[in-house]
């Protein structure tokens, strides 16, 4: 079973600029994709961005695209969010997870990390 540890949240001012990171436990992702979520309070959890552990493929929300990047490196078994410009829509517990399928769908995934608090003030 993967697990997934989430790092680098916090507080930043609008127009900021955080790199999340993901580790996971597995010794080999190569069957995965793994997607970073978010969720607001009192909102459901939205897909924010995903990639193909063996081909790089990516795939963005609207919302953030042009803003966010994800990355991955295979030594270090580690997913990336460097997310620029922030804003204050930004704010929410982002949370990675693996799924056996690339795909926006929460329902795919799992296991999900724990999640990381990121706050953006105006």
């Known amino acids: 079973q993967v697990q997934l540890v989430e790092s680098g949240g916090g507080l930043v001012q609008a127009g900021a600029s955080l790199r999340l990171s993901c580790t996971a436990s597995?010794?080999?992702?190569?069957?995965?994709?793994l997607g970073w979520f978010r969720q607001a309070p009192g909102k459901e959890r939205q897909f924010v961005a995903a990639i193909t552990w063996n081909f790089g493929n990516r795939y963005y929300a609207d919302s953030v695209e042009g803003r966010f990047t994800i990355s991955r490196d295979s030594a270090k078994n580690t997913v990336y969010l460097q997310m620029n410009s922030l804003e204050p829509e930004d704010t929410a517990v982002y949370y990675c997870?693996?799924?056996?399928?690339?795909?926006?769908?929460?329902?795919?995934?799992?296991?999900w990390g724990q999640g990381t608090q990121v706050t953006v003030s105006s």
């Open positions: 597995a010794r080999t992702l190569s069957n995965y994709a």
């Open positions: 997870a693996a799924s056996p399928k690339f795909t926006i769908a929460a329902s795919f995934y799992d296991p």
